[in-house]
């Protein structure tokens, strides 16, 4: 709670299992979150930027019993896809993800086209999609090679109509 500071609640990942992204809504009380499943301890918990996510609704409810409600969400994300960007519209109805999937021979990071996709968080719809080409096979959107899920790529604007993205080629001239 912002005025008084007091915890609402701890909300733990699901069994197995980690978060590594969340995005808000206006009302601070609407959240979508993404888990992965760590890797197995062989590989010390590991966490790839290319795992299976998993979805989900957090809604706060002050006061209610119980005060928050986690449920899963389905979007289809391509296999593979490294997640780059994450942003829950004002009113929480929509969910856009920045994600890159493998190229042809491609390593990590990937080579492959950029996707930035907008879901319906009530269907798992996807109700946008604008695709775009690697030519200098490099990360994008000011992205990590790792995990969490960044919120702070992805911005909708206040009336929730358009989107802005931070946007930056890693092996091209404007690389740092």
Do not use: C, M
């Amino acid at each position: 709670e912002t005025l008084t500071g007091k915890r609402l609640a701890t909300i733990a990942a699901p069994a197995g299992t980690t978060f590594v992204g969340v995005t808000g809504a206006a009302d601070d009380r609407t959240f979508v979150l993404d888990s992965v499943q760590p890797a197995p301890a062989t590989r010390s918990g590991t966490l790839w930027p290319f795992q299976p996510r998993s979805w989900y609704l957090l809604k706060i409810r002050p006061g209610a019993t119980p005060v928050q409600t986690l449920t899963p969400l389905d979007f289809p994300l391509p296999s593979l896809a490294d997640v780059t960007g994450v942003a829950l519209s004002p009113d929480g109805t929509k969910l856009a993800v920045f994600y890159q999937v493998p190229g042809s021979g491609a390593g990590f990071p990937y080579n492959g086209r950029f996707t930035l996709q907008v879901y319906s968080v009530a269907t798992g719809a996807v109700l946008r999609s604008w695709t775009g080409d690697d030519p200098a096979h490099g990360s994008y959107a000011y992205a990590s090679d790792g995990l969490p899920d960044p919120n702070a790529n992805l911005t909708w604007t206040s009336d929730g109509q358009r989107l802005a993205f931070a946007y930056r080629n890693s092996n091209g001239s404007s690389a740092s």
